[in-house]
T-cell receptor, first 115, second 117 residues
Framework: SAVISQKPSRDICQRGTSLTIQCQVD?????MFWYRQQPGQSLTLIAT?????????ESGFVIDKFPISRPNLTFSTLTVSNMSPEDSSIYLC????????????FGPGTRLTVL | AQTVTQSQPEMSVQEAETVTLSCTYD???????LFWYKQPPSRQMILVIR??????QNATENRFSVNFQKAAKSFSLKISDSQLGDTAMYFC??????????????FGKGTHLIIQP
C-alpha cells in the first residue's frame, strides 16, 4: 500500500484563524479523499479531492469553509477556514489503492484543537 | 444514500477468546464493497478485511473473518484467538462500486473492543 504522510500531526489554533493540512503520498494515486473525525465519533467524508478540477463536497460541507487543492497526483491540501471550537477534530486523508484499486488507505491524521 | 449501523458500542472479552462484532447496512446499490477498519489509540486507520458484494464467499485474513449475508444486509467480523493488540475501535464501512473510480466510505459509529489479559 502507499505511504501517506500528513502535516502537521497536530495543532492548537485560535478561533477565527485558518489552518492548512497537507497530505503527501509516495506514489501517484487517482483518488484522494478527506475525512473528519469529531471527538469520540466516527469518520465523516468531507470531500473528494479531484486532480485538476474542483473538489466534490458532501452534504453539509462547503468550499468556503473547507477549500481543497489537488495540484498533482501525489499531493493535496485541506484548509479549515475561520475556525471555531466545533472544528476541533481529527482530519484524515485517504487514497485508493490495492490490487483492484478499491481499497482505501489512510494517512495518520491531523489532530486539530480550536480554542 | 447508504447507512451503516454498529449496535455494539463496546465489547470486552478475554485474551484467546473468539469475538464477533456486528454490522448491518442499508443501501439500494447492488455493487459495493464492505470493509472493517481498526483504529488503535494511535488513531491510525488500519484496513482489516474487505468483502466484495458480488462474491458469495466470505473473506478471511488470518485470524479475521467475516460473515456476509447480502440478503440480510449484514456484515459481521469474527476475531479468533483474540490478542491484547486487538484492543481498538473497529469501524464497519461501505463503499459504492463506481464506474469512474472509488467513492468515499460511509462508516458506522464503531465498536470499542477491549481484550482483557
Amino acid at each position: 500500500s502507499a505511504v501517506i504522510s500528513q502535516k502537521p500531526s497536530r495543532d492548537i489554533c485560535q478561533r477565527g484563524t485558518s489552518l492548512t493540512i497537507q497530505c503527501q503520498v509516495d506514489s501517484q494515486v487517482t483518488m484522494m479523499f478527506w475525512y473528519r473525525q469529531q471527538p469520540g465519533q466516527s469518520l465523516t467524508l468531507i470531500a473528494t479531492a479531484n486532480q485538476g478540477s474542483e473538489a466534490t463536497y458532501e452534504s453539509g460541507f462547503v468550499i468556503d469553509k473547507f477549500p481543497i487543492s489537488r495540484p498533482n497526483l501525489t499531493f493535496s491540501t485541506l484548509t479549515v477556514s475561520n475556525m471555531s471550537p466545533e472544528d476541533s477534530s481529527i482530519y484524515l486523508c485517504s487514497v485508493v489503492g490495492g490490487p483492484s484499486h478499491n481499497e482505501q488507505f489512510f494517512g495518520p491524521g491531523t489532530r486539530l484543537t480550536v480554542l | 444514500a447508504q447507512t451503516v449501523t454498529q449496535s455494539q458500542p463496546e465489547m470486552s472479552v478475554q485474551e484467546a477468546e473468539t469475538v464477533t462484532l456486528s454490522c448491518t447496512y442499508d443501501t439500494s446499490e447492488n455493487n459495493y464493497y464492505l470493509f472493517w477498519y481498526k483504529q488503535p489509540p494511535s488513531r491510525q486507520m488500519i484496513l482489516v478485511i474487505r468483502q466484495e458484494a458480488y462474491k458469495q464467499q466470505n473473506a478471511t485474513e488470518n485470524r479475521f473473518s467475516v460473515n456476509f449475508q447480502k440478503a440480510a444486509k449484514s456484515f459481521s467480523l469474527k476475531i479468533s484467538d483474540s490478542q491484547l493488540g486487538d484492543t481498538a475501535m473497529y469501524f464497519c464501512a461501505f463503499m459504492k462500486r463506481s464506474g469512474g473510480g472509488a467513492d468515499g466510505l460511509t462508516f458506522g459509529k464503531g465498536t470499542h473492543l477491549i481484550i482483557q489479559p
